[in-house]
């Protein structure tokens, strides 16, 4: 018996990715908070263990022996009531003494969070929101098979759009570029996945719409441009005068001549000289980096939400938002290890353009962090999905790291959170000093308070990892 695990499930509050339950539960019933664990962040399912409503501490191991064919029964038709299956889930047996006295078990259940999206095979699709488990209209599960890439955008036939309809030179450049030896455009692009065969027909799809067309908005008649705002200032006036340096503008056209025009605007006008002492000083993102910026927007944001993607920019910053959240298992904190392209096509083609403005994918976003350092900047700063939850968000800082940012971000790899104190005794700084650093790292929303009073008041980076499960469960898996 592994006391110490027993103790950690006994503590564990049911949430977002956790819920427990006596084996007097239907197996049926189970499955609900299965599918939203699968479709959402994933999670552990515990068998054997009661609602802290009913009982408190030991008392809540009540065991599996009290049904003991439910949790056999579960493990049965988790394999066929979903639909996709699941993938491999795993699970195991946990040795206790229960409520009475009596050796019993606990079954534990660990769910993954899928690429894909599953429904039941009752046909009900399950999304998990804190504690409550969310039934899906079928709007809402089309919307988060999109989200999740499981669906394109980019695939689907363009239907009203012709050959003629395309950018002819545009598409001759990018077939020259390719050596092509066809005679035909529509079949060089069924070869590159930029058309479909629909019985003896070739039909373009989307991905070639967007990247071949003199306006994809017009000929697909959604939002898909990019539209600048551009501001005096740090943040955009709540008066009725607007601080606009000039009124926004939506740029559109091809996604090349996107990326190029807005990456042209950016460079030209983004960057303000800055007064330190008695000298002008030009503190400047890398190019690398707001051109990568701006192309990942465009080759990974969701064309199936209509919005344009958003660059605005401040006197200190630059924020670049795409529709549609990260896909596959990326997140802001995953940022720099995985990888999951959402337009795989689109990606591989202006990779393929005469002038690409991508790298491979993974490279550019590690290249911008390492740019950002050499120039002593901040490193780009994603934003977590409760400030954007339907967009990804990154903010590019055109400002100097301020000293002893390097010590606090240092510290907090190691760290979940950082007082006042212990950053006045690791820098050597007063308490006053520390504190005017944390109110401007809160403001640029690169750190955020923990804690509703001074003395227990800390700071940490506004992420949201959950509990590693896996450290919870030791070797039990």
């Known amino acids: ?8 499930l006994l503590v564990q509050e049911e949430g977002q990715t956790f819920e427990c339950k006596r084996a007097l539960k239907k197996p049926s019933e189970v499955l609900e908070t299965l599918c939203a664990f699968a479709n959402t962040d994933g999670g552990l399912f515990v068998y054997g263990i009661a609602d802290e409503k009913h009982f408190t501490g ?53 769910i993954g969070s899928s ?56 598409a001759e450049e990018f077939m020259a570029n390719n050596k092509s030896q066809e005679k035909g455009l529509l079949k ?10 629909d019985k003896g027909n070739i039909l ?36 009725a005068k607007p601080n606009f340096r000039r009124p926004p503008f939506t740029i559109e056209g091809p ?21 330190e002492g008695a000298t002008f000083k030009r503190i400047k993102i890398p190019e690398f980096v707001l051109q990568e910026a701006i192309t990942n927007a465009v080759i990974h944001r969701d064309y199936s939400i209509q919005n344009h993607i958003q660059i605005r920019i401040f006197d200190d910053r630059i924020e670049v938002e795409s529709p549609g959240w990260f896909s596959g298992f990326v997140s ?22 005469p002038n690409p403005p991508n790298l491979d994918i993974g490279e550019g976003v590690d290249r911008m962090f390492k740019e950002m350092h050499k120039k002593n900047l901040y490193s780009p700063l994603y934003l977590p999905r409760r400030f954007t939850p339907h967009a ?48 401007k790292w809160t403001k640029q929303q690169l750190l955020e308070k923990v804690g509703t009073s001074k003395r227990n008041r800390a700071y940490r980076k506004p992420t949201e990892k959950k509990p590693n499960q896996t450290d919870l469960l030791g070797n039990l898996f």
Request: aromatic residues 8%; charged residues 25%.
């Open 332 to 353: 802001p904190e995953t940022i720099l290890e995985d990888r999951f392209a959402r337009n795989p096509i689109i990606e591989r083609t202006l990779r393929k353009m």
């Open 188 to 197: 060089f692009f069924l070869k590159n996945g930029l058309a479909d065969e």
């Open 255 to 275: 996604l090349l001549s996107q990326i190029e025009n807005a990456f042209k605007y950016v460079a030209e006008n983004a960057l303000p000289l800055k007064l």
């Open 58 to 110: 030991e008392k809540r191991l009540i065991g599996i022996n009290e049904a003991p064919d439910h949790s056999d029964e579960l493990l049965k038709i988790i394999s066929r009531n979903f639909v996709p299956p699941l993938p491999a889930i795993k699970h195991g047996y946990v040795d206790i003494v229960n409520a009475t006295g009596q050796p019993d078990r606990l079954l534990i259940v660990k």
């Open 115 to 170: 690429t894909t999206v599953h429904s039941l095979s009752t046909g009900h699709t399950y999304i998990r929101r804190g504690r409550q488990n969310n039934i899906l209209t079928h709007e809402q599960s089309l919307r988060l098979q999109y989200e999740k890439g499981s669906i394109t955008f980019e695939t689907e036939p363009a239907r009203g759009v012709k050959v003629n309809h395309l950018n002819q030179k545009l």
């Open 392 to 439: 990804v968000c990154v903010m590019l800082f055109n400002e100097e790291k301020t000293t002893y940012w390097d010590s606090v971000e240092k510290y907090l790899l190691e760290h979940p959170a950082i007082t006042n104190r212990e950053f006045c005794g690791m820098v050597g700084i007063d308490t006053l000093k520390a504190s005017e650093l944390f109110k």
């Open 204 to 239: 373009l799809n989307n991905a070639a719409v967007l990247l071949f067309t003199e306006n994809p908005s017009i000929a697909l008649k959604r939002k898909c441009g990019i539209t600048i705002s551009h501001y005096f200032g740090t943040e955009p006036s709540r008066s």
């Open 1 to 8: 018996m592994d006391k110490g695990l027993i103790a950690s």
